[in-house]
C-alpha cells in the first residue's frame, strides 16, 4: 500500500471512474457484433478488468471516507476497521452493476433490419441474455444480503445526537 494524500487520492478516484467509464463503453460497444465481423476488444476480458476497477474505487471511497471522517473523543466504535462503511459503498456499485448488465446490447442472431427489402443481419453476442439475467439475479441477491446487513447495524447502533427543541 502507497500513502497518498486526500487529495491525491480523489483525483486517483476521478481517473479510475473515468477509466470505469471507458471500459463499460468499450464492453456496450463489443458485446454485439456482426457475425462476420471480430470484435475489437475481448469483452470477457473487459468484464474482469471492470470489475478490478471497481473493487479497487470501492478501495479509495472507503480510505478517503476514513480520511475524512477522524473518530470524536468519547466514539467507543473502532471506525477505521468498522467494515459497514465498506457495504455502504459496496450496496451503490451493486446498484450501478446492474445498471451496467442490463445496459449490454445481448442482440444475437438474425435480426431483421427496419427496411424489410434488405436481408436480416446475423449478430453474435459474446455474452447472451441468459447470462445478464442470471449475473442481475447474484446481484440482486449480494444486494439483499448486504442490505439485511446494514438493517441490523442501523437497528442495533445507536449514536449520540442532540435533537433540537422545535424538533420535539
Request: aromatic share 4%; with cysteine; charged share 30%.
Amino acid at each position: 500500500m502507497t500513502p497518498v494524500t486526500v487529495a491525491k487520492a480523489l483525483k486517483l478516484k476521478k481517473r479510475v471512474l473515468g477509466k470505469i467509464n471507458r471500459v463499460t463503453k468499450s464492453i456496450h460497444e463489443c458485446n454485439s457484433v456482426l457475425a462476420e465481423n471480430t470484435p475489437r476488444h475481448d469483452v470477457l476480458e473487459l468484464v474482469k478488468t471492470r470489475q478490478l476497477l471497481v473493487d479497487y474505487l470501492i478501495a479509495i471511497k472507503v480510505a478517503i471516507s476514513r480520511a475524512n471522517d477522524p473518530m470524536p473523543v468519547g466514539v467507543t466504535i473502532n471506525r477505521p476497521n468498522n467494515p459497514i462503511v465498506k457495504d455502504i459503498y459496496r450496496l451503490a456499485e451493486l446498484r450501478g452493476e446492474i445498471a451496467f448488465w442490463e445496459g449490454i446490447d445481448t442482440t444475437d442472431g438474425l435480426v431483421s433490419t427496419m427496411y424489410r427489402a434488405e436481408a436480416p443481419n446475423s449478430y453474435k453476442a459474446t455474452i447472451k441474455e441468459n447470462d445478464v439475467e442470471e449475473r442481475v439475479a447474484e446481484l440482486e441477491k449480494r444486494i439483499d444480503e448486504i442490505q439485511d446487513k446494514l438493517d441490523a447495524h442501523n437497528a442495533t447502533t445507536k449514536i449520540e445526537v442532540n435533537i433540537p427543541e422545535i424538533m420535539l
